[in-house]
């Protein structure tokens, strides 16, 4: 046996062994390698950075990343990008097997279930569905034409033909629904009433959800009601690209100019340590959170000159900003707001803190999403007539 099957059954076990793969899972993962879906040239998350792996360098090597649980670019810049220096926005990729396999405890498949995957990418989820439900029963929708071909191909060549659809996975498929599940993989701001009215009520939709505050998400799980509407938990946090069309659109440079604060700038203080408010780590449901709680909001963070960190928040309906220097986590004077526009955005963020830090810190498992049948996104703690403040409708 190679090294690197050593090392897929090896990613097999731990994957079963925390939870994060179901039993039911096991033979897919065993009938599907995802080194058969990975191109010549990709690109493996490590540590913030994506290191070209070209098989034609080092074939075991490439090997080995395809058998570890790292999501690997696939695509830059929606196809725009050559050669082997990474591009500027990863735009396709095969999504990391530890999120795969939960996303698909989450759905919870029965033999038969009829499955729309949104996202094709490389077409390696695609073909474990088909493993698990046969390739009758799957329909894939992918809105890239090149990335659709290649899917096609890599799943013929490994003798799997689900259908893969070229097209907006916003839309759905009608052709083929009602569906009993819907996956998608890649991240969503806005829940289409598509997927929903496509589904037969009872039936479960499984993606990777997130607000306008950062590129924090975590994996929801809606069954769909006879009414129109879909509800359900958050479960894990994760990390996606975005569908197409709901990426991210403002720019940092469209705030401030630069050259001192504007003259309409209102400065404060707040006692709010940097440590509670900026991610510690890609697992800290912080700014899901705050995200849930603050609508219509982005936010960045980093250090100055000095090595102070720094937030900074965007009004995404207006240009309100604000900037908040955590001098007090670094030297002994108190941390300086500075706020510009018709929102006090660090007002809002810093009273959702407090509100969060009032219901004891709830984890993002502990929230629920509500999309009803007139499409607005209602975010729920605990139950879902418990809806949050501040966001009851979700943008
Ligand atoms: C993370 S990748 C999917 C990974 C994939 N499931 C796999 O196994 O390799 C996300 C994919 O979603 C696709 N995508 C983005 N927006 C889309 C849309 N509106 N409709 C369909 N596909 C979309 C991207 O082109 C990309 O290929």
Known sequence: MSRAERERQQLRDALL????????????????????????????????RHPAVVKGDDPQEW???????????TQWDDGRHAGTEPG???????????????????????DGARVLEVGTGTGWCAALLSARLGEANVVSVEVDAAVADAARKALAAAGWHPEVVTGDGLLGWPERAPYDRV???????????????????GGVLVMPWGTRYSGQDAIVRLVVDGDGSASGRFTGLVRFMQLRSQR????AKDYLSGGGWPADTRESETAVAASSILPGDLYSPVPFVMGLLVPDCAHSYGRD???TPVLWLYGLADRSWAAVYFYGDTTRWASQVYQGGPRSLWDEVEAAHRWW????????????????ADGRQQVWLGEPSALVPQAVTVR
């Not at 793969?21 to 913030?48: I, S």
């Not at 996956?183 to 009520?201: E, F, K, S, Y």
């Open 357 to 372: 830090s009032e219901q004891g810190r709830p984890g993002h498992e502990e929230f629920g999403l509500t999309v009803t």
């Open 183 to 201: 996956l998608v993989t890649a991240g969503v701001r806005q829940v289409p009433q598509a997927w929903i009215d496509q589904m037969r009520p």
């Open 63 to 73: 090997e080995r990343w395809a058998a570890r649980d790292v999501s690997i670019v």
């Open 248 to 251: 991210p659109a403002w720019s």
């Open 305 to 307: 000159k000095d090595g």
């Open 17 to 48: 062994a925390s939870g994060a793969m179901a039993p039911d899972w096991v033979q897919a993962y065993d009938a599907v390698p995802r080194a058969l879906f990975l191109p010549e040239v990709m690109w493996p998350a490590v540590d913030g």
């Open 88 to 110: 500027d926005r990863p735009s396709s990729s095969s999504s990391m097997p530890g999120a795969v396999f939960a996303m698909f405890a989450d759905l919870s498949v029965v």
